[in-house]
């Protein structure tokens, strides 16, 4: 499946945020999207949800347009920056609305077998995205949009992390970003650098520093 996103315009009180934006994701391909702070990366991902709507936009599926947002056809699963799962939803609850298997959880994550009937508030910020993610991840859904999935996770964990997000490439399209970048270009297969509110689709790393988004790669 290929679905690609074009002619995004997107003004935020009379300033242009993203203008004339092109993305492209494939299933069996991980794409990441890199971009300084306020570029506008997480208003791309909500705009391909369809939370966020632009003055333009044109979303297509294996080259057919689609006119309703995503989300209300459920082929679209979305980890945004904001925690999703109420504060005093218990853990083994959150994964039964999932319908995701909780043993399978622990075996890759043993020490949370303790917050099994904890609330979710009970966490720490990084143990909340951690869940959150392997969530996501877990949806049957042929969309996966990560919004900083690496946010506050500890060390230990982002190569698995990593690892679970390299799995799902395989029948899902998936499309991240995060101010990681290194993390970013480690599990990505092609990347777009949002840059003056367009997208620059990045062939080789030292482009990044040609744009000057960092300093040394």
């Known amino acids: ?13 009379k300033k242009s945020v993203l203008n004339g934006v092109y993305l492209k994701a494939e299933t069996g391909s991980i794409t ?18 369809g939370s966020l709507e632009p003055k333009y936009k044109l979303i297509r ?23 999703f799962i109420p504060n005093r939803m218990k853990i083994a609850t959150a994964f039964k609305l999932f319908r995701v298997n909780w043993d399978n959880f622990t075996s890759e994550f043993p020490l949370f077998e303790k917050y099994k009937l904890q609330r979710f508030h009970k966490l ?16 049957t859904a042929d969309i996966i949009l990560l919004d900083e999935p690496f946010n506050g996770v500890a060390p230990l964990y982002i190569e698995k992390i990593k690892a679970f997000i390299h799995h799902q490439k395989y ?9 990681r970048y290194k993390e970013v ?30 300093n040394q790669f």
């Open 61 to 83: 599926i294996d080259n057919k347009p689609i006119l309703e947002p995503l989300y209300l056809n459920n082929r679209i699963a979305f980890l945004s920056q904001h925690d």
């Open 124 to 139: 720490s910020g990084g143990e909340r995205r951690i869940v959150e993610i392997y969530l996501v991840l877990n949806k």
């Open 1 to 13: 499946m290929i679905l690609e996103i074009d002619n995004v315009e997107l003004n935020y009180k």
């Open 32 to 49: 990441g999207i890199l971009g300084h702070n306020g570029c506008g990366k997480s208003c791309l991902l909500n705009i391909i949800f």
């Open 185 to 214: 270009t480690d599990v990505s297969d092609s990347i777009y650098l949002i840059k003056n509110g367009c997208t620059k689709l990045i062939n080789k790393m030292n482009e990044l520093e040609d744009y000057r988004y960092v």
């Open 171 to 179: 029948d899902k399209i998936v499309i991240l970003t995060d101010h």
